[in-house]
């Protein structure tokens, strides 16, 4: 596996439902992030950690609980969701450089329906 | 209050001709600035950056502009190919490096006719 990977790809619960999103970097990057984007909204940055610390939390609800184990692993912990909060995951890593360019990169995105 | 917009939702462009996709922003303490390129069913992919210290830079068939007095940057693409069918968005970053979350905007749908 090269780059991004995200599971799963496709996630349908119900509100009382407890899931994870996983998300795994293969790219020696030190940095992660979770974004959400909602229909007609632009991407919205929800966490970030760097070196397996969260550095930014971006009033995000705690209905959502982020992990980071490790500087290769991600985790989005959902539970009681709303249907509001019906929107594609994107999880992102970079290489967290003190300068120079810190493009970040995407996986292919969890498609998460609360019914 | 969106800080990165791009207020062009759809573009469409003869194929080989030039794509001009543009982007402004409000916050002045952004000093780094992407582009990116989504297909359907997929997560974005990096196409090209700049640095505030920059007014542009080439990659290939992709120039990114920058104008820093007008908050304004623009993606050049050159020549247009079918394949550039997507939807671009641009991202901005408020620190110089490190860890940093990107603000986007809403993308602009471009679209390559034959």
């Known amino acids: 596996e090269t780059g991004v990977t995200q599971t799963p790809r496709h996630l349908v619960m119900g509100m009382t439902n407890k899931k994870s999103l996983k998300c795994e970097q293969h790219?020696?990057?030190?940095?992660m992030y979770w974004y959400k984007q909602s229909a007609k909204k632009p991407l919205e940055l929800m966490f970030v950690?760097?070196?397996?610390?969260?550095?930014e939390n971006n009033s995000v609800p705690s209905r959502f609980s982020p992990e980071c184990p490790n500087s290769s692993h991600l985790f989005l912990h959902l539970h009681t969701l709303q249907p509001e909060d019906s929107a594609l995951y994107l999880c992102a890593s970079s290489q967290d450089q003190a300068s120079g360019d810190n493009e970040q990169f995407f996986g292919p995105g969890t498609r998460l329906t609360v019914l | 209050d969106q800080q990165v917009k791009q207020n062009s939702p759809s573009l469409s462009v003869q194929e080989g001709r030039i794509s001009i996709l543009n982007c402004d922003y409000t916050n002045s303490m952004f000093d780094y600035f992407l582009w990116y390129k989504k297909y359907p069913a997929e997560g974005p992919t990096f196409l090209i950056s700049?640095?505030?210290?920059?007014d542009k830079n080439e990659d290939g068939r992709f120039t990114v502009f920058l104008n820093k007095s007008a908050k304004h940057l623009s993606l050049h693409i050159v020549p247009s190919q079918p394949g550039d069918s997507a939807v671009y968005f641009c991202a901005a970053s408020a620190r110089g490096g490190g860890a940093d979350g990107l603000t986007f905007g809403k993308g602009t749908h471009l679209i390559i006719q034959p």
């Open positions: 950690y760097s070196l397996e610390e969260r550095v």
């Open positions: 790219l020696g990057h030190n940095a």
């Open positions: 700049i640095s505030s210290i920059k």
